[in-house]
C-alpha cells in the first residue's frame, strides 16, 4: 500500500495522477496532496478550481476540502474557493464543492449549502444530505426531513441516517419521519430509521430492531438502539437472545 504520507512522487505527478486516471490510484493522489498540504498545491488547486474543464474544477474541489490533514492548512482560503465553486453549472462541481465544504466545517457551511436541497439533480441533493448530518440548526433539521422523503434511495438514506444517528434533536416531526421510513422500499433506508427511533425510545422501532438482531446478533447499531429503546445501561454486555425477548415484551 502507498505510504500517502509520505508520497515519494511530486506534486506535479500527483496532480497529473488525479487529473488522468481514476478510481483508486486517482483517489490516493488526492489523498497524498491533502496530507502534504502545503502553499503550491493550495496554489495549484485554485489554478485549477478556474480550469474550463469541469473534470478539473471537481478535482480542485476534492482537493480543497480536506488540505491538510490531520491539521488543516489554509482553510479560509479552501472555504471561500469552494464557496465560489457551489455555484458552477456542472452539478458534479457543485456536489464536490458541497462535500468539501462539510469537510472543512460543516456548520459554518450550512447557510450556504441550504439552497441546494431542491436541486434537480439528485448528486447535489445527496451531497446536502451528507453536509447537513449533524447540524443542529432548525432549517438544517428541516431539510433532512424534506430529504428524508426525497425520490432517490441514497439521498433518503443519509438524510435518514442525519436526523437518526448524527442529530440528537428529538421532536413529533422527527419521529414521525423516522416512522414512515420504517416502510421505505430500500433497506438500508429501513434500518437508520429504526436505529434512530430506538435511539428516542420511541416502541414503533421495537419490531425492526429485533429483526436486525436476529440477522445480526453482534449489530453494534442495533444492540446500542435496543439498550436505549429498553433503558438499560448494560446493552453491549446483554446477550442478544435477552435483548429480542425484552422488546417483544415491549411490544405486548
Known sequence: MTDLVNDARSTDELFR????????????????????G???????????SRSSDAKERARAA???????IP????????FDNLLRLLSDKDVHVTSAAIMGLQHLD??????????????????????VAVALGGVETPPAISALLTLSNDSDDEVRDWAT???????EEDSNEIRDALANNLAD?????????????GRRQDSRAAKFIIDMLRADPEDLFAREAAAVLLNT???EKTPSSDLIHALKALQS
Do not use: M, N
Not at 502545503?38 to 485549477?48: A, D, F
Open 106 to 127: 460543516r456548520d459554518q457551511a450550512a447557510p450556504f449549502v441550504l439552497p441546494y436541497a431542491e436541486h434537480a439533480d439528485a448528486k447535489v441533493r445527496y451531497a
Open 17 to 36: 495522477v488525479a487529473l488522468s486516471l481514476e478510481g483508486d490510484a486517482a483517489w490516493d493522489a488526492v489523498a497524498a496532496l491533502h496530507w502534504r
Open 71 to 78: 491539521d488543516r492548512t489554509f482553510p479560509d482560503q479552501c
Open 38 to 48: 502545503t502553499e503550491e498545491v493550495l496554489e495549484k488547486s485554485i489554478i485549477l
Open 161 to 167: 441516517f442525519g436526523l437518526g444517528q448524527l442529530s
Open 233 to 235: 445501561k448494560d446493552g
Open 185 to 197: 422500499g430500500d433497506a438500508d433506508v429501513r434500518y437508520e430509521a429504526a436505529i434512530g427511533l
Open 62 to 68: 476534492d482537493i480543497l476540502g480536506q488540505l491538510g
